[in-house]
């Protein structure tokens, strides 16, 4: 028998598969079924700042008198009541997700700005959020915001939401700063107690037919996973925070991965999205027989004993990967002796 059991955020898990922030995880309907399937925990569709910034707008407007500004501000934001029903309605999510579940259940707030925005994650916690997640997704467009400014910005946010809360807290963070290994010891020492990485950035496309710029969502693949991988095995040990993976787990093999490198958590949207929610059963499976074929027997055993500072040889993670990546190609290409060759 493998013994699956982790711990993330301090919170003990019967396996690590997680369920990611998600529409799935928004139905408890199907966090039912994501539990019944294995799931060991489970993060609630995110809340983003711009809903409750433009409540607080919406209640400016009524008890003042309305300014262009404020609809203007009004106008920007999209109607999200298809992927979430605004800041009450989320609370009330929390508390039946709490009822129909008895796995951990984590709120997600979303946003980039440090505000008064930030006094909900309170009201999350209070609704019975096991643990919160916070998903800085901010895609720095100013040239004359800097790098050192942006990064200060999102400390003083991750420290008001710590400051806020008194469950545990993880960061959602993308993978494009300069210095992510500092980043990641500055996010944990100003309060986060997890990092998940990454978050996916989604790339606009452009419609000339009706000259607008469209979203285009496309769901992970497998290939995505190397981006976390790499990170995680960096940053184990390195930074006292739990680690998630997040960003192409699709297979028990991927999943196996990651906590190899130093996982504590393998979180999953895009394989649910596309497979349901009973390929945490699958994946759990091939992640139980990936582990009794190398003969590890437990999650712990495993976790970060591929991590860069238990690799004799860390160069894999590093820049000499670049090198031997090129040369890995040219041998790729190289014809095999005895093959015939076209010049
Ligand atoms: C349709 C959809 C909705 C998502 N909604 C959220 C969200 O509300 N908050 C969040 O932090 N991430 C959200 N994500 C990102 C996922 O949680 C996850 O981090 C990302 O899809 C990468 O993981 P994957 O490769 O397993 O899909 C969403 C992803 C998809 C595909």
Redesign the pocket.
């Known amino acids: 028998m493998t013994d699956l059991r982790t711990s993330y955020l301090g919170l003990q898990l019967r396996s690590p598969l997680v369920a990611?922030?998600?529409?799935l995880t928004g139905d408890t309907d199907v966090l039912r079924r994501l539990e019944d399937e294995g799931a060991a925990a489970a993060?609630l569709?995110?809340l983003f700042e711009e809903q409750l910034t433009h409540d607080q707008l919406e209640l400016d407007r009524l008890l003042e008198q309305t300014s262009e500004h404020v609809s203007e501000a009004l106008s920007y934001f999209p109607d999200l009541s298809d992927?979430?029903t605004g800041p009450s309605s989320y609370l009330k999510l929390i508390e039946e997700a709490k009822r129909a579940v008895a796995i951990p259940v984590i709120a997600?707030l979303?946003g980039t700005t440090p505000g008064g925005w930030v006094r909900h994650a309170r009201r999350m916690q209070d609704a019975g959020a096991d643990a919160l997640?916070l998903?800085v997704?901010a895609i720095a467009t100013d040239p004359s915001l800097g790098a050192a400014e942006l990064e200060a910005r999102y400390l003083e946010l991750i420290a008001a939401v710590r400051a806020a809360v008194t469950v545990p807290l993880a960061v959602?963070l993308s993978p494009f700063f300069t210095a992510m290994a500092n980043m990641a010891v500055r996010v944990a020492e100003a309060g986060a107690d997890g990092l998940?990485l990454f978050?996916?950035f989604y790339q606009p496309d452009l419609d000339l037919d009706a000259l607008d710029v469209v979203p285009r969502?496309v769901?992970?693949t497998s290939d995505?996973l190397r981006l976390p991988l790499r990170w995680i095995a960096i940053l184990y040990g390195q930074v006292r925070a739990s680690l998630a993976a997040?960003?192409?787990?699709?297979t028990g093999l991927d999943a196996a991965k990651v906590l190899l490198a130093g996982a504590d958590v393998a979180?999953?949207?895009?394989?649910?999205?596309r497979h349901g929610p009973g390929h945490v059963a699958e994946v759990e499976r091939e992640l139980v027989a990936v582990l009794a074929e190398r003969e590890y027997t437990s999650v712990a055993e495993l976790r970060g004993s591929m991590s860069r500072r238990s690799m004799p040889d860390s160069a894999g993670f590093e820049r000499a990967n670049y090198v031997r990546m090129l040369a890995s190609w040219s041998s790729q290409t190289t014809p095999s002796p005895g093959q015939a060759t076209t010049s």
């Open positions: 990611s922030a998600s529409p993060v569709p995110s992927y979430n997600s979303n997640e998903n997704y959602k998940v978050n996916r969502l769901l992970s995505e997040t960003s192409g787990v699709h979180m999953m949207t895009s394989a649910l999205l």
